[in-house]
């Protein structure tokens, strides 16, 4: 790291803007508490039951490993602080409570939101509905003072985290953070039954993303600003062309990510789009935003070879070493790879080196580290 001449920071702002190459590939993994509990030797149920331990865990982590260029995950993701604070809007299973203590927290989708609730939606507006009523069909919670009993101790955790990541001088990759609409209705409906909406009561699925994607913006873009970090993110899984054709994909997602996209860029503010799934034949649809207003987040079942050449000059991209090469390949396999997505993705700037979607439990330390070291030492090819 002798030769280089940037800080974390403006490696990270360089590549996702597009703008220029940085003198190295900036390398922000996706560290959760699934990976940081066994590198740290703590159980993942006792890393669900404490989230000042996961805190610390990932700390010693990020001070173990030498650091990285900007926080995927700056303070836990356990069950509450995925509900509260991020709005995952499903139930977990936990492991110490519902599953055994070394399973990994897993989803639990259910059909929890009804056909009415739709249209309570797009009447009272996103936030009163979630926060006055659905969290409480989804958690152990039961009342007003119980919600902000657990938002004050996430906030109180906040703190902490902003004092020690402050002493690091490392700062979050995305300044706010919110799960796409349609991405959210799909988890309280369940696919199954979403689907059905979809082709059977499109009317009604689009008041509720109307109003939703309405009441999105304003707070990203407050909180980027709180924040002084002008990067927001959104999280989708299931409205790739993996799931559904493209006309679906037009009519219920893409005008409104347009609609996102276009008031974010112009505040300054760049959406990382977390995009799980095969995104191929949707791809060539992020040609149409503006250059460097997107950063492709890609979890490996997406193509980011041919991505690239769509795309390239446009967007960039974040990722995307994939879990499976992590758990079941050698440090040398890690290397390899990360070569190739340097020299091939890379080459020109527009990449953030990361993982497809999370650092798995099962990855190893040799591995974690691998993928941490290239990013460091590795040079840009001369392409």
């Given at each position: ?32 508490k699934a990976a940081s509990a066994p590198f740290q030797g703590i159980s993942q149920a006792d890393a669900c039951r404490d989230d000042e331990l996961i805190l610390d865990a990932l700390i010693k982590c ?322």
């Amino acid at each position: 790291m002798g030769g280089e001449i940037m800080d974390g920071w403006d490696r990270v702002e360089t590549a996702i803007r597009y703008r220029e190459k940085p003198d190295r590939v900036p390398i922000v993994p996706q560290l959760t508490k699934a990976a940081s509990a066994p590198f740290q030797g703590i159980s993942q149920a006792d890393a669900c039951r404490d989230d000042e331990l996961i805190l610390d865990a990932l700390i010693k982590c990020y001070d173990e490993f030498g650091g990285w260029d900007a926080l995927y995950m700056d303070i836990p993701d356990s069950e509450l602080m995925q509900i509260l604070f991020w709005q995952q809007p499903l139930a977990w299973k936990v492991p110490g409570r519902d599953l055994p203590d070394d399973y990994a927290m897993q989803v639990l989708e259910e059909e929890v939101l009804t056909i009415e609730e739709y249209d309570r939606i797009a009447q009272e507006g996103w936030q009163k509905f979630y926060y006055d009523y659905y969290v409480f069909k989804i958690t152990h919670m039961e009342t007003q003072e119980d919600l902000q009993r657990e938002m004050g101790r996430i906030e109180k955790l906040g703190q902490k985290a902003a004092v020690e990541w402050g002493k690091r001088s490392v700062k979050n990759l995305c300044g706010s953070i919110d799960f796409h609409p349609f991405f959210k209705l799909s988890l309280m409906r369940s696919m199954v039954k979403f689907t059905e909406d979809l082709y059977y009561r499109g009317e009604v699925v689009e008041k509720a993303l109307k109003r939703m994607t309405d009441d999105m913006i304003q707070p990203l873009i407050d909180t980027c600003k709180e924040t002084g970090i002008y990067v927001a993110a959104f999280v989708e899984e299931r409205a790739s062309a993996f799931y559904y054709p493209l006309h679906v994909f037009e009519r219920f997602w893409w005008k409104y990510t347009e609609q996102i996209v276009d008031a974010l860029f112009s505040e300054g503010i760049v959406l990382v789009m977390h995009l799980d799934t095969d995104w191929g034949k949707n791809v060539p649809y992020f040609k149409k935003l503006p250059k460097g207003s997107v950063v492709l987040e890609l979890d490996s079942m997406t193509d980011i070879f041919e991505a690239k050449k769509v795309l390239e000059g446009h967007q960039a991209f974040h990722g995307d070493v994939s879990p499976a090469l992590q758990s079941v390949g050698t440090p040398e396999d890690i290397e390899e790879y990360c070569r190739k997505l340097i020299d091939e993705v890379g080459y020109d700037g527009g990449l953030v080196l990361g993982v497809g979607c999370e650092v798995p439990p099962d990855c190893t330390k040799e591995n974690f580290r691998a993928m941490i070291e290239t990013a460091k030492h590795y040079e840009f090819s001369k392409k």
